[in-house]
């Protein structure tokens, strides 16, 4: 525990998630919306408040910050990053979250939609927090504990690291981003700006996860022409593009190969959307494996799914096309062991046992780590993300700020 401090996340928090700021995955802007900007503004004034005198927000909703050295040794310096956005699967409109102090252990039934329930069954987890506080939505909108716990927790590590000088640390650069959820986090980042040699992306789960690997990830579109008509005199000339679509779709594996029968370190391939006309049509997809090369291997299963249910359309033909997204930020980390290893030195010192999993997922740290700034993940205690049913616990938002200050003060006593 951080002896006699009066912790700020929590009001920070319900400060926070009640500011709209959902990202938009259609936009060609960045940020993809500017109601993010509304966050960023905010974030730089109080860092700003906070003695952080360069803190600013940018032209595109990056915030950047600095904490100044306090010591005489040769610190890397190292970065602190969570993302302003939230998901756009879930609106994020007048956000009314709810604190729940002394957790029975109870049904939670959400106020303002009561067919929304959060249970020990459905989310275990609530189990560690019975007697603790807890926050949740209201049951219309999702909370944004994905990534405003992790902003909230950077900010009060701001607070305490600037009201106790007596803490020895190297620079410290603090960096908010948006848009994470819609990919683009990191695409008007400004690194050199930043100026960090080490990054920790405050972005994960259950209280002890510390992650340094993540999927790698493509993104691949199958695009169909047909042959069109006029559909009253199409008889043998007709060949509909959708019903193509239909069929690969139809033809994917049925036990493997998809997000919904995969776990652990399995990869998958996930159509997640369908554009056209009878014409031309197109099937996105997203790519995903923890081994890279693999990537190649689910790609070119699916190109050859593709091409036997075309083939059976005389007239059609396809274009598959692949971009790629991001990579197994493990690939670079494992160059660098001694930024998961304080990490881990930060956790035992603050009493925490590490977990230590591959994410099934992506963070900023994925892109971040290979354009410069390896960047491992720590957790927030966000829960149920994405979704009506998203809690938090204050007690791991806490914790996780004990573990920045430990771990600011492993790397200063580490240095020469």
């Known amino acids: 525990m951080l002896e006699n401090y009066q912790h700020s996340v929590t009001e920070r928090f319900l400060q926070y998630v009640q500011i709209d700021t959902q990202s938009n995955p259609h936009s060609n802007t960045h940020p993809t919306t500017e109601k993010q900007k509304n966050l960023s503004n905010l974030l730089a004034n109080q860092l700003q408040s906070l003695g952080l005198k360069d803190a600013m927000a ?3 909703g990056y915030v950047y910050a600095t904490i100044p050295s306090n010591t005489n040794k040769q610190v890397p310096i190292i970065c602190f990053c969570s993302h302003v956005d939230t998901a756009p699967d879930c609106s994020g409109t007048n956000v009314k979250p709810i604190v729940h102090k002394n957790y029975s252990g109870d049904d939670i039934i959400l106020p303002d939609d009561n067919t929304q329930i959060i249970s020990t069954k459905d989310y275990p987890y609530l189990k560690d927090h019975i007697g603790k ?3 949740t939505a209201s049951g219309n909108t999702l909370l944004g504990a994905d990534d405003k716990a992790g902003v909230a927790i950077i900010m009060d590590m701001v607070q305490y690291i600037t009201t106790h000088p007596e803490i020895k640390h190297g620079t410290i650069k603090i960096l908010f981003t948006p848009d994470e959820e819609v990919g683009q986090g990191t695409a008007k980042v400004d690194l050199k700006k930043l100026g960090a040699d080490f990054g920790y992306t405050l972005d994960g789960g259950e209280l002890g996860t510390l992650e340094d690997e993540t999927f790698s990830a493509d993104a691949a579109t199958i695009t ?3 042959v069109i008509a006029h559909p009253g005199y199409a008889k043998n000339k007709l060949v509909n593009a ?10 994917l594996p049925k036990e493997e190969f998809s997000p919904e029968t995969t776990e652990g370190r399995q990869g998958f391939v996930h159509p997640t959307g369908i554009d056209g006309i009878a014409e031309k049509a197109s099937i996105s997809f997203i790519v995903r ?3 890279t090369s693999k990537l190649v291997e689910h790609e070119a299963r699916l190109k050859q799914i593709a091409e036997n249910v075309v083939a059976k359309h005389k007239g ?3 274009q598959f096309d692949v971009q790629e997204q991001y990579r197994n930020m493990k690939e ?13 030195e930060a956790y035992t010192r603050s009493n925490i046992s590490v977990v230590n999993e591959p994410i099934r997922g992506g963070t900023d740290g994925s892109r971040l780590s290979f354009m410069g700034l390896p960047s491992p993940n720590i957790f927030t205690g966000m829960q149920a993300i994405h979704s009506k049913k998203e809690w938090v616990g204050v007690s791991d938002m806490e914790k996780a700020v004990e573990v920045l200050v430990n771990l ?8 020469n």
């Open 58 to 60: 940018d032209e595109y």
């Open 224 to 226: 169909v022409n047909g």
């Open 332 to 344: 670079v980390l494992d160059k660098y062991p001694q930024v998961v290893a304080f990490a881990e």
């Open 133 to 135: 506080t807890i926050i």
């Open 408 to 415: 600011v003060k492993v790397w200063e006593e580490k240095s």
């Open 242 to 251: 959708l019903k193509i679509v239909g069929e690969i779709l139809a033809a």
């Open 316 to 318: 059609a033909t396809m």
């Open 289 to 291: 494996d923890f081994v």
